[in-house]
């Protein structure tokens, strides 16, 4: 008979070789290479009702010169201390108030605002501005100044709160971040309000227009016509059983995805839609823009109303409804996981 190792005898090798950084892949093989997604990411939902108040005290805490961003980051309750919302997404809530400016700067990390409350913010890019309204989907391409301000609107001005979504768990992941501080305070505009709307928003490009970067050049996607259209396919009767009516934002110049590490959507459900359920390997953070419904994630129920948030993680599956005609923002992952080919999705039919 041969003697088999015993359990003591392994671990004193374990011991052994961790003095070298080495360690037995037998023991993690199926962590490692999971048979499914196996993240630690939980669903999650963030009530405007319950946050808008911390966000109001944010405001007497600090300036937003002094904060650089003042954000209370949404971080997902499995992932403390990480200001990740996913593993590979970050997502904050940005509050500006009248008169203030968050200082120009460049870095390399992609970000998305999503305007959630308010009006009379502008965010300046690459020379232009443009103000903000709700329901707007502002990009802020990676490496490009942009600064932040609240000039308020015609002779009025009320705090601005808007969702930033950024790549920030994706560029650490890589250790490639780079930043730089401009010297001006406020960058200086070159270009009218509108300007990049007009040359790229309109199925049309300017003729002898070459594309500099991977980004799409139109950085406000107003969600007055992103409305506009989700009620029109609704009356055309373009209502998927899954996701209601759901369009994808476009970078215009590629037929692609307007940033190259985010993905942006808008979907609407029209009262009493029930979606059936559905799940993808690409995360997902959601805004409420109109609307009352619930998300029910892996059998747990999450009730939402406007300015909500809330986050779907990889490979659960989830069913939406809507109590009222409802509008959803989300984004996620996607371009990165399509790049790699590793994105998969599934619409159940339970
Ligand atoms: O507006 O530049 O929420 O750099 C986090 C990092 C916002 C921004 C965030 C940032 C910004």
Redesign the pocket.
């Known amino acids: 008979m041969t003697t088999r190792p015993t359990g003591s005898a392994r671990q004193a090798f374990y011991e052994q070789i961790r003095a070298l950084s080495m360690t037995p892949l037998w023991e993690s093989l199926s962590t490692l290479v999971p048979h499914t997604p196996n993240g630690p990411c939980v669903p999650a939902l963030w009530r405007w009702h319950d946050v808008l108040p911390y966000i109001e005290q944010a405001g007497t805490l600090i300036t937003a010169e002094e904060a650089v961003?003042r954000?209370l980051v949404l971080e997902n309750p499995a992932l403390p201390g990480q200001s990740s919302i996913t593993q590979s997404l970050?997502a904050?809530l940005?509050l500006i108030l009248p008169g203030e400016v968050?200082p120009a700067?460049r870095?390399v990390?992609s970000?998305l605002r999503f305007i959630v409350h308010g009006r009379g913010a502008y965010t300046a890019v690459d020379g232009e501005r443009t103000t903000m309204f709700p329901g707007d989907f502002v990009i802020?391409p990676g490496w490009t100044w942009?600064d932040?301000g609240n000039d308020g609107l015609d002779g009025h001005s009320e705090p601005v709160v808007w969702l930033?979504g950024?790549d920030?768990p994706m560029i650490r992941f890589f250790d490639a971040g780079f930043e730089e501080k401009s010297a001006a305070r406020s960058q200086q505009v070159s270009r009218p309000e509108g300007n990049a709307l007009a040359r790229y928003g309109h199925n049309l490009l300017p003729v002898d227009y070459t594309p500099g970067s991977p980004t799409s050049p139109i950085f406000n996607y107003p969600y007055a016509r992103t409305r506009e259209v989700l009620d029109q396919l609704y009356r055309d009767g373009e209502t998927d059983a899954w996701h209601g009516v759901k369009l994808r934002y476009v970078n215009p110049v590629t037929g692609g995805w307007p940033m190259p590490t985010l993905a942006t959507f808008m979907q609407f459900l029209p009262a009493g839609f029930t979606g059936k359920p559905y799940r993808s390997t690409d995360g997902s953070v959601f805004s409420v823009v109109e609307g009352r419904g619930c998300v029910v994630v892996d059998g747990q129920r999450f009730v939402f109303g406007p300015k909500d948030h809330f986050v779907v993680p990889s490979w659960k599956s989830f069913t939406l409804h809507a109590d009222e005609d409802a509008v959803l923002f989300s984004f996620s992952d996607r371009p990165v996981q399509s790049a790699l080919n590793i994105l998969r999705e599934e619409k159940l039919d339970a």
Do not use: E, K
């Open positions: 961003r954000v970050y904050g940005q968050a700067h870095h990390q970000a802020t942009h932040h930033d950024l920030i």
